[in-house]
């Protein structure tokens, strides 16, 4: 199945700012993540596409060649290119527009270009990690396991048995290049019968472990250090972890993105944390103290709570804002603070006696005790007199 338009999976224009594709993504990801849905598997295929599409659309450069490109800007055949600094190889753009031969003249290889029985480097690999707001938090040693090529153990890499030899290509005659004239114009493309080797081995010389490529696939497990403060969409580099290289080439790079998983408490808002907690209806209106939820990097026997002083009067959308409480800075000692927005919570299941106090209550408030709802109903009483006053008996 096609993949679909990064913009369409978001529901986003194309001109859209970076703070309003991150809203976006936020509420798209809160919606379809699985563990709000029972673990469906359309939600978690939702979730990844999701994922997927906002790691690309978050990044400048990566937003920059989907752009210019789409999706071939930035899948690169599921490496960067080799390149190191772009998500594919530009030779390979231009092969996959004009056919390889355009591609080796516009990536200046055509007419004297290296050859490419030499050393190569490895591709440049991506790896997706899903962590925790709490991982992000208190930063995070994790393993994970990398599918990348190394040199076949049985060969060393030369993809041939042992004792056997390779002959040199007669069709490039060990350029590992041919060229073909049409009209006026010669075109040289790499040699289809070597790969640009240069050289072949009889099919009974070839290695058995790697049927003569001289690589395998192998998943390789490594220890990722998540640093503290951490932000979704952000990419971690591991130099030389990327795919082995090629007739000792050196071994490309690993880029790690991570991805933050929604909680289901708090939300990031740079470094700031929001959360929004029920207050009972008598706190709010008399004032006192209640406790919020918050993360820290210490430890708290379970209890890692902030108190909060709600002062008397306060409505449903009112925000308390406690310094320091926050998100770490990425590379320094600030933190961010922890935003409480108070929600005022109405009684149900009230006893006789208990809704006897409320109507009492209510009898004996004033309007200057309940300015909101008295401002409202003069503003409706204009209102209503402002459409039926025609009709009105005078």
Known sequence: MATRDYYEVLGVERTIDAAGLKSAYHKLAMLHHPDRNGGSEDSMARFKEISAAYSVLSDEQKRAAYDRFGHDGVNGGGGFGGQGQGF???????????????????????????????????????????????????????????????????????????????????????????????????????????????????????????????????????????????????????????????RGGPRGDLYVFISVTPHELFERDNLDLLVTVPVPMTTAALGGEIEAPCLTSEACDGRCRAPVNVPAGSQTGKTVRIKGKGMPHLNGKNRGDLVVELFVETPTDLTAQQKALLQELAASLGESQTPRNSSFTGKAKRFWADILGSDTPQ
């Open 88 to 246: 594919t190889d530009v030779n390979d753009i231009f092969s996959q527009v004009f056919g390889d031969a355009f591609g080796d003249v516009f990536g200046g290889r055509a007419g004297g270009g290296a050859r490419q029985n030499g050393p190569r480097r490895g591709s440049d690999l991506r790896y997706d990690l899903e962590i925790t707001l709490e991982q992000a938090y208190k930063g995070s040693d994790v393993e994970i396991a990398v599918p990348t090529t190394a040199a076949c153990e049985t060969c060393e890499g030369t993809g041939a048995r042992k004792g056997a030899k390779a002959t040199t290509c007669s069709t490039c005659q060990g350029a590992g290049r041919v060229r073909s004239a049409n009209g006026f114009f010669q075109v040289e493309r790499t040699c289809p019968h070597c790969g640009g080797q240069g050289s072949r081995l009889a099919a009974a010389d070839t290695c058995t472990g790697c049927a003569g490529h001289g690589q395998v696939r192998k998943n390789r497990k490594l220890q990722l250090k998540i640093p503290a403060g951490v932000d979704d969409g952000s990419r971690i580099r591991l130099s030389g972890e990327g795919d082995a290289g090629t």
